[in-house]
């Protein structure tokens, strides 16, 4: 049980250039979210999704675009990258229904993304 | 909408001194709440989470949290902390019915040996 598993863990872009990061969970949650980490900002939500095939937009959407294709991988890409997308990426899954409904998000180890 | 303010957002003890975290939230309906801390290099953990009951919950590794629905606070306590709880802590809330959770800011903790 690997939980949540972040692909890549680190990558270097030069501006412009595209990617996608892949979040995939054994865990069979539902919910899945994807969060950008910044200095004395915390957690920021971007995108999350509550079931494959939905997607909703977060706190600071823009310049990202994400897929929930399979219940267990949610993706984030990068269409056009820039250097404020400079960031630690987090991915997050958590269960939604019945008494599970409240429970806590379950965090991925990270992608460090640098953007030059 | 929803928000978190952590007061602190550094703070600096020396080993078996007692620890408040302070964290107040804007919400205007039932709340989950949640603290979570990050070790140097490492993903956020779960350390507490109240979702109704007893107002006094206890968490992991001898930290508690008292939420207070008066004053909208959802401070971290611990007694006595020790050089592994450097970190960063994160308050978050959750509205009952939301799909999301929204994080505070972060304090960061440095504990001397």
């Known amino acids: 049980n690997a939980g949540v598993t972040q692909t890549p863990k680190f990558r270097v872009l030069k501006t412009g250039q595209s990617m996608t990061l892949l979040c995939a969970q054994d865990m069979n949650h539902e919910y899945m979210y994807w969060y950008r980490q910044d200095p004395g900002m915390g957690l920021r939500l971007i995108h999350y999704s509550v079931g494959e095939g939905t997607t909703a937009k977060g706190e600071v959407p823009d310049g990202y675009n994400v897929s929930r294709l399979k219940k267990q991988n949610f993706l984030l890409g990068l269409e056009s990258a820039a250097p404020s997308q400079t960031s630690v990426y987090f991915c997050?899954?958590?269960?939604?229904?019945?008494?599970?409904?409240?429970?806590?998000?379950?965090f991925g180890d990270g992608t460090r993304l640098s953007i030059l | 909408a929803q928000s978190v303010s952590q007061h602190n957002h550094h703070v600096i003890l020396s080993e078996a001194a007692s620890l408040e975290l302070g964290c107040n939230y804007s919400y205007g309906g039932t709340v989950n709440l949640f603290w979570y801390v990050q070790y140097p290099g490492q993903h956020l953990q779960l350390l507490l989470k109240y979702f109704s009951g007893d107002p006094l919950v206890k968490g992991i590794k001898g930290f508690e949290a008292e939420f207070i629905k008066s004053k909208f606070s959802f401070n971290l306590r611990k007694p006595s902390v020790q050089w592994s709880d450097t970190a960063e802590y994160f308050c978050a809330v959750k509205g009952n019915r939301d799909d999301k959770i929204i994080f505070g800011k972060g304090t960061r903790l440095h504990i001397l040996p």
């Open positions: 997050a899954s958590s269960y939604s229904t019945g008494t599970r409904y409240n429970q806590p998000q379950h």
